[in-house]
């Protein structure tokens, strides 16, 4: 549904698709935990040029 939102408890996987030629993004919401701050990411080296400036992730129609 548009707008809407999804809490994922912690541990399972949470693989996300959307429709053919439909454009989805994804946000994280990440809570810090009391004494258990999140001050790094771990970024899988297959997708690391999605961080570039210039990265093409939609094709020109």
């Known amino acids: ?8 408890p912690g ?3 949470h693989p996300q698709v959307a429709a053919p030629g439909f ?3 994804y946000t994280w919401m990440i809570r ?15 997708y690391n040029w999605l961080l570039e ?3 093409k992730i939609w094709p020109n129609k």
């Open 53 to 55: 400036a210039d990265a």
């Open 32 to 46: 810090h935990l009391e004494n258990n701050p999140w001050v790094s990411r771990d970024n899988d080296p297959r």
């Open 11 to 13: 541990g399972p996987t």
């Open 1 to 8: 549904m548009d707008n809407s939102a999804f809490f994922i």
């Open 23 to 25: 454009a989805m993004y």
